[in-house]
């Protein structure tokens, strides 16, 4: 082989910052050292892997097929160094997680996590589902933990556990003393609701089937914590996950509302890409979120 791990583990910087001096700093080298494992690389093979545009390095049709083997080998090299050391897995590991998770889920996952694998470097990363999902396809997320449906060729999404979305609203308002909402008042209620593209918003709309179009979406807010307080003030109904009203049921400073006859269960998933590696590090991640999911956090 004519290559070297530290060059490919140069051209997977390279790639991830569009910028070698940015890699190089990611990897603790010298910019002339990781311009010349680049450089080598593609002279080695008379090959170019990236577009110079400017500044920037894009990757180019080679390097875009280069990037997913690349990075299994990387992978695979340090599963290799972890067995050879006779330790449990080690490195880091880069997950993504959408709002409701990463904010109310995702930290006793982590700290279940680094109880079981101190060495283990977590970083974590909290957007909207559609946001973590493009991170997955890019390699710069190593896993996503979604609240929403996705589907892409490049990308395997496997269920994870069941939530419910609550519709609520302050105790103010009118609609406080129902036991049951009609299609009716959902039409002459306004909304107050999370973003397009979030996990959240899907599962409201398909369970709004047939009168989504009919309903009055005040406001969006891409923060739960926003719908909360917004809802607070009597600004309008709000529909989020159970998990981040407990406390705000619980307290009596907002109030759930029933709406028998629309379906607002739901499904999270992982999210990962099917050419990555799936390392030790990544399986124990995913055992630790099957063995910590919301029913016992």
Known sequence: MKFTLRQLQVFLATAHYQNISRAADSLSMSQSAASGALRDLEQRYDAQLFDRVGKRLRLNMLGQS??????????????????LRQQMPAGRLRVGATLTIGNYIAIPIIANFKRDYPEVSVRLHVANTAHIAKQVLDFELDVGLIEGEYSHSDLQVQPWCHDELMIFCSPEHPYATKKNL???DLIKAQWILREHGSGTRQTFDRAMHGLINELDVHLEFEHTEAIKRAVEAGLGLGCLSVIP????????????????HRDMSRQFYFVTHNKKFPSRGLQSWLDCCRATHPETT
């Open 245 to 260: 009203l407990a406390d705000a049921f619980k307290r009596g400073s907002l109030v759930p509302l029933k709406v028998k």
């Open 66 to 83: 280069l990037r997913p083997l690349a990075e299994a080998l990387i992978s695979g090299a340090e599963d290799v160094d972890v067995v």
């Open 182 to 184: 009609t299609d009716e």
